[in-house]
């Protein structure tokens, strides 16, 4: 085989064993390259399996921007996405939410985090929760959970070569969890009550043993501790107006936001995109039926109005008038050419025949069939 056909061989090889992959679940820009060093596959992975939930990109470049700033890895989970019920909006909005690993990162980074003690937890309580959650596929729900009333940790801080101990406080699990849009626990909290209140405690440690790195920053669990509620980092708000009164509700303690529950809203999407995917194929049918509904009036139309022409000529017509719509003659010398419909005409300047008698408009012959009289009124 010759080289040229090697390659070309090669070439054609490469081109079907190319993978190509799927239009990623929200819009790619080329500046997201240049600004976090991500390119298309990188932003597949991101808005369809770290940030799953997020309904924007600008939900996604926001988080992107706060692991830039802090230096922390998304891939690795240390910033969540949070879907808020926003009531005065009737939907929900995305908030950027730091996860309990960047907590621990910050702690680690200074080289003085020296451990934590075992959880405590207080007595189990039993509770049932009854409600109906809000939104377009709203449902009722009725949800028993076990849960300790409260839980601590302990966390040590190397302090002048010393291992120093930082209780944290008590953290009450029915001031804590997360709840769906109808005020009951969500499914995390519902099914890890234990898990989640941990989380909860160690954070609040970490704040106590850690002020200055940590500030008072809650994570995603704490979403719904009333200190920790805020929209002012939601991406989908552009509008200045909008952010300043988002601010002012979350500085006022406003109820009017509730944390989504992730389950939940991954099942609505589905129904909702379900649901959009049904009104578009009616949509459809409908502009399709409308569509054959106009062209039909407008067949109507033009009908009625060339009936309205053909009766006006018919009424203005004057003796001795050729109402060429109406002749029907045969021309006897090519039949075959000749349709009993087409148009007869006068002879055109030169040719051979009396301008007052039609002919044939191909061989110009008189030798014409009268089928049907030609004057004026067609009778």
């Known amino acids: 085989m010759s080289e040229e056909k090697k390659e070309t061989a090669i070439e ?34 991101l808005v369809e399996a770290i940030y799953p939930v997020a309904q924007t990109p600008e939900s996604v470049i926001l988080a992107l921007s706060y692991c830039k700033a802090r230096k922390l890895d998304p891939f690795k989970r240390c910033i969540h996405i949070v879907p808020i019920w926003d009531s005065a909006k009737g939907r929900n909005v995305d908030t950027i939410w730091p996860g309990i690993g960047e907590l621990r990162t910050t702690a680690h980074r200074t080289n003085c985090y020296a451990g934590r003690d075992k959880t405590e937890f207080g007595p189990d309580i039993d509770k049932v ?14 949800i028993t959970v076990k849960f300790p009333e409260w839980a601590q940790v302990t966390v040590y801080r190397f302090m002048n070569k010393e291992r120093v101990a930082f209780a944290g406080p008590q953290v009450y699990w029915i001031e804590t969890f997360g709840k769906n849009s109808g005020g009951g626990p969500n499914s995390m909290w519902e099914n890890r009550p234990r898990g ?35 929209v002012d ?14 601010a002012n509700a979350a500085d006022s303690g406003s109820e009017q936001t509730d944390v989504a529950d992730p389950a939940e809203t991954e099942e609505e999407a589905k129904v909702k995109a379900e649901a959009e995917a049904k009104e578009a194929a009616q949509k459809k049918a409908a502009a399709k039926k409308k569509d054959k509904a106009d062209k039909a009036k407008k067949a109507a139309a033009a009908y009625a109005a060339k009936q ?20 029907r003659y045969t021309c006897n010398v090519c039949t075959d050419m000749v ?27 008189m030798n014409i069939e009268d089928s049907q009289a030609f004057d004026g009124g067609g009778a």
């Open 233 to 246: 980092s939601v991406a989908t708000y552009t509008d200045a107006k909008e952010l300043t009164d988002a």
């Open 12 to 45: 054609s090889n490469t081109r079907e064993n190319q993978i190509v992959l799927a239009r990623p679940r929200l819009p790619y820009h080329p500046a997201i390259k240049e600004r976090f060093g991500y390119d298309k596959s990188d932003w597949k992975a």
């Open 129 to 142: 929760w009854e409600g109906k959650t809000k939104g377009k596929f709203a449902k009722a729900f009725k």
């Open 339 to 365: 349709d009993k419909k087409k148009k007869f005409k006068f002879p055109e300047p030169g040719k051979t025949g009396p301008e007052d008698k039609p002919c044939c408009p191909k061989c110009y012959s």
């Open 308 to 327: 309205e022409a053909a009766a006006k000529a018919k009424a203005d017509a004057k003796p001795g008038d050729i109402d060429y719509d109406s002749l």
């Open 196 to 230: 989640q209140i941990d989380k909860c405690a160690e954070a609040a440690a970490l704040r106590a043993a850690f002020p200055e790195e940590v500030g008072n920053e809650y994570i995603q669990a704490e979403a719904h501790y009333p200190q920790a509620r805020r």
